[in-house]
């Protein structure tokens, strides 16, 4: 009942959406100002070519043969463009922040440029803060109350059954209608795909992650056991009820750094047949929902099945991403629930299994690039720690091993060119 | 949330656009990369370059990160490292990668001449006008690696061998026993006459002035 007012209300703003849109737009070309930002990076990269083409190229424009002494400062031309291109634009720092949109989508937070359009522009701005603010707030964060209390209340119960069985299907029932509660608190408007590929028992799901809210998007439609560490205060309770009804896997903080031992847990778990999927996020990380980045292999040591699965959130409703070293979880919350929806797509890809021969890092990256092509998302080999830490200096010292390459080479030239004389 | 958040100005943009002859646009897509490296405070230090990956694999990242901070890239006549820099200067040193407009000779020379310039400072680090052996060795030996391909003698002898190149295009009118000091900007210039560098030291901006719809 109250969905369908909200929807109401929600279709009514987007009708608003359209308008506002289409008025700024024709504001834009009477000022002949920029309002859409450009499809690529700010540079036009020319394609990758190897480190060898680059060089002859820079160096066959020099006048004459007698070229030796400028050959390496021609080169450091090389390096200190390619150099300045990356301050300038490369693929892991835009992840680490909120994708920019093409249209305004009425949310100030979404728009890096906020100027003063038009009055009527920002009256609707205004009708849309107070319908966000006033109305949808309030009734997603009752929701969202009511949902959590509901589970943590109910697992507690179940906790105390003793018949296994009836304490199990119970359990299931009890946690979906929680999640959708949940979910209809976020008013979250989710469209799931390939719904036969839905991981079974005995499996790993493995997911690209870009908020906490994943989680209840997956757990609407299936039930999975979650991994993750203990943590403390609010989230500590809900996570010691669940488990009391189903058996999560949760860590304490020391064991994390125990690879073997939660390697094992995972296996065990993932050996007993009548225990849900696994749900894990390889990547370990929120990333923008823009690209794939590296999946550590940890997870795809245990043998048995992946269940991959894409989520892409739709940008124009509300920005899904979670940028942690921003703001905080509460914030985050309120942010989303103040949003207009959360619009998203679920893929359920067709199960995987380590191939003869394949070791756990070619199996992770099989099973991104699968996902990454499904969603729509930029495959990266980027590990996205990198948000908090510094490149390795092994990357550094794989180009300048390619340079010495390229220069022993010519070195060799040169002295064959001297021997003639 | 009732108040529009605000960004500089049309003024301060145009005042950067007559300083560096970067267009609006750019400028205003520039100032967002510089937010989104600075973590949008006002200033940029080393360590906001550091933190880039794709830079960190560059051999020669540290000469390229000092160039940022070197007063004497700002234009302004300045000598000497600073620790942070602002937008402007940011805007500054960027527009020496800047391609040259078509158009007359004069225009061109000048422009050659700013980027050799950069290139120059880049190798003179102690900023005193001349690129010494050591300055330029010291370059080089960042480019090569110390693997066993090419162990630290064979670096060396590479540089030297550069290094007495040089040495002898410029110093051909010398006695053979005065001591060669280094290279000067003027010679830099000359060793460096056949080469198209206003060409081949450019980053190309793709962003246009019209707007463009993307879908």
């Known amino acids: 009942m109250i969905s369908i007012y909200c929807w109401r209300i929600f279709v009514m703003c987007c009708g608003e959406q359209t308008w506002a849109t289409s008025r700024m737009e024709m504001g834009a070309k009477e000022k002949n100002q920029q309002l859409y930002k450009p499809c690529n990076g700010i540079i036009a990269k020319k394609p990758p070519t190897s480190l060898q083409q680059d060089l002859k190229e820079l160096r066959g424009s020099a006048s004459c043969p007698r070229s030796e002494p400028q050959f390496e400062m021609a080169d450091i031309f090389f390096f200190c463009r390619r150099g300045v291109e990356s301050i300038l634009d490369d693929e892991v720092t835009k992840r680490f922040s909120s994708q920019e949109l093409d249209s305004w989508n009425l949310l100030t937070r979404s728009n890096y440029n906020v100027r003063h359009i038009s009055l009527r522009l920002t009256v609707i701005w205004g009708l849309g803060v107070l319908v966000r603010y006033g109305v949808l707030l309030p009734l997603r964060v009752t929701l969202a109350v009511t949902g959590i209390g509901l589970l943590v209340v109910l697992t507690t119960l179940l906790g105390f059954l003793p018949n296994r069985e009836l304490r199990f299907s119970l359990s299931e029932k009890i946690h979906l209608m929680c999640h959708r509660i949940c979910v209809r608190a976020l008013t979250a408007i989710i469209t799931y795909h390939n719904r036969e590929n839905k991981p079974k028992n005995g499996g790993i799901c493995v997911s690209n992650h870009t908020t906490p809210i994943d989680v209840i998007i997956l757990a609407n439609d299936g039930c999975y056991s979650m991994v993750g560490q203990v943590h403390g205060g609010l989230m500590g309770m809900i996570q010691r009820a669940m488990v009391k009804s189903s058996p999560h896997i949760w860590f304490e903080r020391s064991e994390v750094k125990d690879r073997h031992l939660v390697a094992k847990r995972l296996s065990d778990h993932v050996a007993d047949k009548t225990k849900q999927p696994i749900l894990i996020f390889p990547e370990g990380t929120c990333i923008n929902n823009t690209s794939v980045m590296m999946f550590k292999k940890g997870s795809f040591e245990i043998a048995c099945t992946v269940y991959p699965v894409a989520i892409k959130y739709d940008p124009r409703f509300g920005d899904a991403f979670w940028n942690s070293s921003k703001f905080g979880m509460v914030y985050y919350l309120l942010r989303m629930m103040s949003s207009w929806a959360v619009v998203c797509s679920v893929w359920y890809l067709p199960p995987m299994n380590r191939e003869e021969g394949e070791d756990a890092v070619q199996f992770a990256n099989r099973v991104k690039a699968a996902i990454a092509a499904q969603g729509g998302l930029v495959d990266l080999i980027w590990d996205g720690g990198l948000k908090r830490a510094k490149v390795k200096d092994a990357f550094k010292e794989e180009q300048q091993n390619l340079y010495s390459k390229v220069l022993l080479g010519e070195q060799d030239e040169r002295d064959l060119g001297d021997d003639q004389h | ?215």
């Open chain 2, 1 to 215: 949330m009732g108040a529009f958040q605000s960004s500089p100005g049309q003024p301060e943009y145009v005042d950067l656009k007559e300083k560096t002859g970067f267009s609006i646009s750019q400028i205003r897509v520039l100032h967002t990369r510089f937010k989104l490296l600075g973590h949008n405070g006002e200033t940029l230090k080393r360590d906001h370059f550091n933190s880039i990956p794709d830079l960190a694999c560059n051999p020669i990242r540290s000469q390229i990160i000092e160039a940022f901070f070197d007063r004497r890239n700002f234009r302004q006549n300045g000598e000497g490292p600073v620790d942070e820099i602002h937008f402007e200067e940011f805007l500054m040193v960027m527009s020496h990668f800047k391609a040259p407009s078509p158009r007359m000779i004069e225009e061109r020379e000048s422009v050659r001449r700013e980027k050799l310039r950069f290139i120059f400072n880049m190798h003179d680090t102690d900023d005193d006008g001349t690129i010494t052996l050591e300055e330029y060795r010291h370059v080089i030996d960042e480019l090569l690696s110390l693997t066993e391909d090419l162990g630290k003698d064979t670096a060396k002898d590479i540089a030297d061998a550069a290094m007495r190149e040089v040495a002898s295009t410029s110093m051909a009118h010398m006695e053979p026993d005065e001591f060669f000091e280094g290279i000067t900007f003027e010679h830099f210039l000359k060793l460096l006459k056949g080469f198209e560098i206003e060409l081949k030291m450019n980053v190309h901006f793709s962003i246009m002035d019209t707007p463009t719809f993307c879908k």
